[in-house]
């Protein structure tokens, strides 16, 4: 009977071409070419009228075994290809747990916090208190309540970074009149919030960053580092001073480097004096890191003028006070004999990670 006959042929084609089928589009085919509107069963399903009454039940019943025959080979070899590309993801994927790990890499603190750490450590132990202060002040915290004349030359745009004031009637002028706001120059204006904040005794040290428009050099950064200490309270005198500020040197750079207190002008201080330490380097003999003179300057001290006092709401006839500022990049040159100060922003970690 030839339609038998066919459907045999169809039936052991599809099941030839599934069986080889490598993918989802080559099996589709298959269906397509079979099942589909013009396949090849549809094809004698629909010239099922042409036959006659006996031989139609046959033929139709043999049609649908071949119909259920192709799609369950259909969904057997989908499931042979999808368990086929699993394992081939789940073997691309393998972890070879034999392999020696990475070591995680283990940041240092950065010397500058180390440094900065360690003083906090030196003044916590003499009873001063650590406190933070703003970095964008108003001229008057960061000049005029310390006492710098309405002409000090610090208070120049070449000197301080002024931050635009939106509401000012000219933001295009390129003076200070611009704008009240400025990144501080220094951390000296928290010795202000701190008088304004409290009643003396006033121990507290402030480290934090300032800012000026230097370019970077071997001896300045235009951001870098500074510990404001004020010390106010009753019958304090410059030999205070001195202790304090020579049991700091002494703590942090060790016994056997020398201090000298050189005469200076802040306009905050009166009298005032910078402090500098014997040279690491050649001892104090004079060389090329202290440009010959045997020292290097580290921080500016002195007894805190009366008239910043008073500013502030502290009555300069009952309260005494001195203060200092410490350059923390400096400390960490002096101590280290750095060369250049950049080196301490450059993040070069062959550099970092030796402390
Ligand atoms: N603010 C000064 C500067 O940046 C450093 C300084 C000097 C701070 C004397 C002080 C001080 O508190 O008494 O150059």
Known sequence: MGVMEDLKAISEEAQSKVATADSLA????????????????????RSMGSLSP??????????????????????????????????????ADAVDVTMPGRAPHVGTQHLISQIVEEMEQVFCGMGYDVIDGPYVETTYYNFDALNAPADHPSRSPRDTFYVADPTHPDPEREDRAVS??????????????AMEA???????????????????????????????GLAIDEGLTFGDLKGTLDHFTRAIFGKDRA???????????????EVDVSCGVCGGEGCRFCKGTGWLEILGCGMVDPNVLEMSGIDPERYSGFAFGIGAERVAALRYDLPDLRMLMAGDMRFLAQF
């Open 26 to 45: 080559a099996l589709d085919a298959v269906r397509v070419a079979v099942l589909g509107k013009k396949g090849s069963l549809t094809r004698i399903l």
């Open 54 to 91: 006996e031989e139609r039940p046959l033929v139709g019943k043999r049609a649908n075994e071949v119909r259920s025959a192709v799609e369950a080979a259909i969904d057997g070899r989908k499931t042979q290809l999808a368990d086929a590309e699993l394992q081939r993801r789940i073997s």
């Open 180 to 193: 009240d706001l400025l990144l501080r120059t220094q951390t000296s204006p928290v010795q202000v919030h």
């Open 198 to 228: 409290g009643k003396p005794p006033i121990y507290m040290i402030s480290p934090g960053r300032v800012f000026r428009p230097d370019t970077a050099d071997a001896n300045h950064l235009p951001q870098f580092t500074q510990i404001e």
């Open 259 to 273: 201090t000298r207190y050189r005469p200076h002008f802040f306009p905050f201080t009166e009298p005032s004096a």
